[in-house]
């Protein structure tokens, strides 16, 4: 248990967070859930659509600390080229 005023403030903030955090993160997760989605579907449009809407998501959570640029760089790169090869 924390014993300085400081350290119960810092528990209470990291709590406070995590839990923004794990929405953060399961909100990108939905978006490219989406475009996974259609992209299954053999839908490049609605793939196009939702990659739009994915990309601008994925990078506030690089900005926000949620997530490393170059694993959202890959996931994006790797989600365009699969909608590419769908036209």
């Not at 528990?11 to 475009?35: D, E, G, Q, W, Y």
């Not at 659509?49 to 926000?64: D, I």
């Not at 170059?70 to 994006?76: E, I, M, T």
């Amino acid at each position: 248990m924390a014993n300085h005023a400081s350290a119960r403030k810092r528990i209470r903030r990291n709590n406070k967070r995590a839990i923004i955090n794990s929405m953060r993160k399961s909100r990108i997760r939905t978006f490219v859930k989406k475009v996974e989605l259609a992209i299954e579907q053999n839908d490049a449009k609605a793939a196009e659509a939702a990659y739009k809407a994915a990309k601008p998501e994925m990078m506030r959570g690089v900005s926000k600390g949620v997530f490393e640029k170059k694993a959202v760089s890959r996931k994006l790169s790797r989600l365009s080229g699969r909608i590419k090869a769908l036209k």
